[in-house]
């Protein structure tokens, strides 16, 4: 029965995603076919894959996670709902150290292991995405002046 519920969340996500995709104006300066078709893409591939779920033959009985996982599950989803709303005042860097060392504790390290650990691979992500490839990651409103 969860897999149906799931179904019909993601389709009445599809849907809304895709009446917004549609609603993209094409800028006057952009590329020809503008910033429309990719979300529209995404929007179709996501619509059958719904359909499916809600559907579909039924499976198995579900089997939840007993209790004692739920508050790790709770804290997963809470630092991913603060690295939305960290990265715009914080920038990248700051907000991945953070969630990524709220993270490594979900998954039970030492705080001195998890901050290590979220450090390195900040500063592996930064290097990897910045510098070799090259894409925009933001520095935060508070930290704006510091880099250029």
């Known amino acids: 029965m969860s897999d149906r519920i ?23 300066f952009s590329d020809p076919l503008g ?21 579909r033959p039924l499976q198995a009985p579900v089997v939840w996670p007993v209790r004692s996982l739920w508050p790790s599950l709770v804290l997963t989803l809470a630092a ?21 060392f709220i993270l490594s504790l979900v998954f039970r390290a ?20 910045g510098w070799l490839l090259e894409l925009y990651l933001p520095t935060g409103e508070l930290f704006e002046g510091w880099f250029r």
Do not use: C, D, H, Q
């Open 6 to 28: 799931s179904g019909v969340v993601l389709l009445a996500f599809t849907v809304w995603f895709g009446v917004n995709a549609w609603s993209i104006e094409r800028g006057f």
């Open 35 to 55: 910033s429309r078709p990719f979300p529209l893409a995404v929007a179709i591939l996501m619509a059958p894959l719904a359909l499916y779920l809600v559907f």
């Open 80 to 100: 991913f709902l603060l690295y939305s709303f960290m990265m715009e005042p914080f920038g990248f860097i700051v907000s991945n150290v953070v969630v990524f």
């Open 110 to 129: 030492t705080p001195l292991k998890g901050l290590i650990a979220a450090v390195v691979a900040t500063l592996a992500l930064y290097v990897l995405f």
